[in-house]
């Protein structure tokens, strides 16, 4: 139970909240309330409304219908200041963190006038001493910018820690870590519930719900479907609240004969973070690829790809060798990589949904001086269909997607092409269970086409349950390989994954 007593109002209350954008209504009639010490899950399928309705509570939206009550007192939540001066801490999907400057200035941004004297020195060393509280190494001197999705996530986790909230907010904390850094933000979040902190957690990995949270909310098209107490859930029926329908196999995996060897790579190096890497894929054949933040997964496939220079190493697609630096040679030989960080390398957020989908496939869809925009619609619709994209039409800026439903764009546009070898770096990461059981059948028929791929995961249950074969790695290495992928645990690929 909560720490509360009888009459006392609770710490959060909102009120038949409704939200409409130009031509969408993405919000109506929910109500939400969250206790001192409690952590409240908000779910549903991407595009249901949580990063809306979250973003009331940060002042960055204002709802168009009801109230938000803090303490039992009516609350105006008209801007991040007025939000903060409530006790609100936000931690957004997307990261709003200033590239150009370091981890412990952005953590301290925008607080500095506040003072009389700016003490950098004390704020690097309070920025360094909530870093050891996450249990997070962070280069407290190189520029947000430069650092890893994963250690940008770490950041901004610390921004809102270092502002003393009594609510808060966390958008998806947990899409960009690794196993290893899960059950520290797990841990930080029961510590934040024990000091009497009221806690809003969005995720789409169900393991984590069942961990951590007290009560869930399930939104599915801006409507409260179910809500109630973890305990008394299972796994079913929160599936089946969020996307209306039950799955039976959340890992649909499907076995297909193993042809040639369609990529081959050898001795693959570049600085520390890759130090002699060297596999075989083969058609029709998934090969998981799992390890901690920074054991050098992503640094192979974009070195493959050539989007980095390696030091060293030598790629056979089909046999033919690949003269790697160039992704525009890569694409040509019929390698596609499906980046991890999709918001600065995936899409133009500016432009349409449509013509992010059409830019790399223009060839495909051009001839004789036009552009066949009909072709083009088609192919999109197929793939929006199947991934359940949701948007108002396919002219709809980017930007406007949700978190989820911009990942599934990037993901048609690769789809799209047509490649012999596929990489995937997180292709589930903030993406719904309907969307990935989805994405899972479309990794069964790609393999089934005779394809080879990739999948780079740190989603461990994921590796286990859709990979025929998993290469380990650790600090630039391959630290293992576990060919009998049916009976291997989880406990079995950490154990790798640290060696
Ligand atoms: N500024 C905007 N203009 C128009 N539509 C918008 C805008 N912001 C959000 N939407 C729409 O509102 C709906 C809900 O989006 P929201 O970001 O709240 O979803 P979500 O539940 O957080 O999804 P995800 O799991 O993918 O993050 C989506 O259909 C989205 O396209
Ligand atoms: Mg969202």
């Known amino acids: 139970m909560t720490a509360e007593w009888a009459g006392a109002a609770p710490l959060l209350e909102m009120r038949g909240i409704g939200k409409s954008f130009p031509g969408v209504r993405v919000l109506q009639g929910v109500d939400l309330t969250l206790h001192r010490g409690e952590v409240l899950a908000l779910l549903g399928e991407n595009g249901a409304g949580k990063s809306t309705l ?139 519930k024990r000091r009497g902190i009221g806690v809003i957690y969005i995720s789409h990995r169900l393991e984590e719900i069942f961990e951590i949270a007290d009560r869930v909310l399930v939104l599915r098209d801006g409507e409260v479907v179910g809500s109630g107490a973890t305990a008394g859930l299972t796994r079913g029926r929160l599936i089946e609240w969020m996307v209306g329908r039950s799955i039976e196999r959340e890992y649909p995996k499907q076995w297909h004969p193993r042809g040639n060897v369609r990529l081959r790579v050898e001795g693959l190096r570049r600085g520390t973070a890759v130090r002699g890497v060297g596999f075989e894929v083969h058609a029709g054949e998934v090969l998981g690829l799992t390890g901690l933040i920074g054991a050098g997964r992503t640094e192979v496939a974009r070195l493959l790809f050539g989007a980095d220079r390696a030091d060293a190493g030598e790629v056979w697609l089909d046999g033919r060798r690949l003269q790697l630096g160039s992704p525009a040679r890569a694409i040509a030989a019929g390698l596609c990589l499906l980046t991890e960080d999709r918001k600065h390398q995936g899409l133009v957020l500016g432009a349409g949904v449509l013509e992010n989908f059409g830019l790399p496939n223009l060839e495909e869809f051009s001839g004789g001086g036009w552009l066949w925009g009909g072709r083009e619609r088609r192919a999109f619709d197929g793939h929006a269909e199947r991934l359940r994209i949701r948007l108002a039409n396919p002219a709809q800026p980017a930007r406007q997607l949700s978190g989820g439903n911009q990942q599934k764009v990037v993901l048609a546009k690769w789809l799209q092409r047509q490649a012999g070898v596929l990489i995937f770096d997180e292709p589930t990461r903030g993406i719904d269970v309907g969307a990935k059981y989805e994405i899972y059948q479309l990794i ?16 461990l249950p994921e590796v286990l349950g859709m990979s025929d074969r998993i290469l380990v790695m650790h600090a630039g290495r391959v630290t293992g390989e576990i060919t009998d992928v049916a009976h291997a645990t989880q406990q079995q690929v950490m154990e790798l994954a640290v060696a």
């Open 54 to 192: 979250i973003k009331m509570l940060a002042g960055v939206h204002r709802p168009d219908e009801g109230q938000i009550a803090i303490d039992g007192e009516p609350v105006d939540l008209s801007g991040p200041d007025a939000s903060l001066a409530a006790g609100i801490g936000v931690i957004h999907q997307e990261f709003q963190l200033v590239p150009g400057l370091t981890p412990w200035e952005n953590i301290f941004l925008g607080r500095e006038q506040t003072r009389w004297l700016v003490d950098r020195r004390g704020e690097r060393e309070r920025a360094e001493r909530l870093f050891e509280q996450l249990g997070a190494e962070i280069p407290l001197d190189t520029p947000c910018g430069e650092l890893s999705v994963a250690q940008q996530q770490l950041v901004e986790i610390a921004k809102a820690l270092s502002q003393d909230v009594r609510l808060l907010v966390m958008d998806e904390p947990s899409a960009a870590l690794s196993p290893e850094e899960v059950p520290r933000l797990l841990a930080m979040v029961e510590e934040l």
């Open 444 to 459: 069964n028929d790609l393999a089934g086409e005779g394809k080879a791929i990739v999948m780079i995961s740190s989603d």
